[in-house]
């Protein structure tokens, strides 16, 4: 029974993973309708906080209370991460593949591993220095720095998609100081509301409500926003309250193979086989930065 226990709770972590990496599939037709990057994260932000609302309301409605000056880390998360790491993850899909953006995106583990030293004083492992120069070699090898000298992929387009990285791992790092106080919904939820409120002030989709008589961009939308953000969150959320963080992690690197497949088999993306390389040492890199194995050495 612990087995069978064990195998569900592990598909669980791995379904979220996998709704993650499906995203591809629901931006796409936006880009299609006209819509900008900025304006997907909006669309993005605002369908998800409010299914997860209606979610919480219904079934987790004690856990909406928390204390005011916590929503400092609240309202950071959701504008300095979230709604930028999304913003520059999809302008370098719009502007270059899903293959690459995506594999950008998983340079977070590695900013993680930084700001946490910087930050929070945590030791860094000659594992996690290891998983960092992988990193770098796997991303020179998927944006043709390596082994040409020269990238294939527009240098503002390989900026955003560090950026994007970076972002992703202020997620991590704003929210820590309130991860003992509240669940990782609560978080989550109140996290989308400043993104979407931001987002809702900043973004140009209210002007193009007309498109929204397209029954494609109802379908993508409300898909963007139900498997690949709440599901996502929610299966992974689960998965998370019964695994150790760095397993459910390593777990969670199915979404780049999920997203490259989807970028290859769907959308059009073309790979060449110094590129799948690179994209096999980022997650690498990856599933080291995440391990913490008793008695690594430090730097």
Not at 108 to 127: A, D, H, Q, Y
Not at 187 to 195: E, K, P, V
């Given at each position: ?78 504008i ?11 302008e ?21 591993m ?5 930050i929070?004083?945590e ?89 929204f ?17 709440v ?17 459910a ?51």
């Amino acid at each position: 029974m612990e087995a069978q226990a064990s195998v569900k709770i592990y598909l669980l972590t791995i379904s979220g993973a996998v709704c993650w990496g499906l995203i591809g599939l629901f931006i796409a037709p936006l880009y299609d309708q006209g819509f900008s990057a900025w304006d997907v994260v909006a669309i993005r932000g605002i369908f998800s906080f409010t299914f997860l609302f209606i979610i919480m309301v219904m079934f987790f409605r004690n856990q909406l209370h928390t204390r005011l000056k916590d929503h400092i880390f609240f309202a950071s998360a959701g504008i300095f991460s979230l709604a930028l790491f999304n913003y520059f993850y999809f302008e370098v899909f719009s502007r270059t593949s899903l293959s690459v953006a995506v594999t950008l995106l998983y340079t977070g583990p590695l900013f993680v591993m930084i700001l946490s030293r910087v930050i929070f004083k945590e030791l860094l492992t000659l594992r996690k220095g290891l998983s960092l120069v992988f990193a770098m070699i796997g991303c020179a090898f998927v944006v043709g720095f390596l082994p040409y000298g020269s990238s294939s992929i527009p240098g503002n387009a390989l900026f955003m998609g560090i950026l994007s990285g970076f972002c992703y791992a202020l997620y991590s790092v704003l929210t820590k100081p309130v991860t003992k106080r509240y669940s990782a919904l609560t978080i989550t939820t109140y996290t989308f509301f400043y993104m979407g409120l931001f987002m809702s002030l900043t973004s140009d989709v209210w002007s193009k409500f007309d498109k929204f008589q397209h029954v494609d961009v109802w379908i993508s939308s409300l898909l963007l926003a139900l498997i690949s953000t709440v599901a996502a969150y929610v299966l992974y959320t689960l998965g998370l309250k019964y695994l150790e963080a760095g397993k459910a992690s390593i777990l969670a690197t199915i979404e780049p193979i999920v997203a490259v497949l989807v970028g290859v088999l769907f959308l059009g993306d073309q790979l060449r086989s110094l590129q799948v390389m690179g994209i096999a040492l980022v997650l690498y890199s990856a599933m080291l930065v995440v391990g913490r194995p008793k008695g690594s050495k430090t730097l």
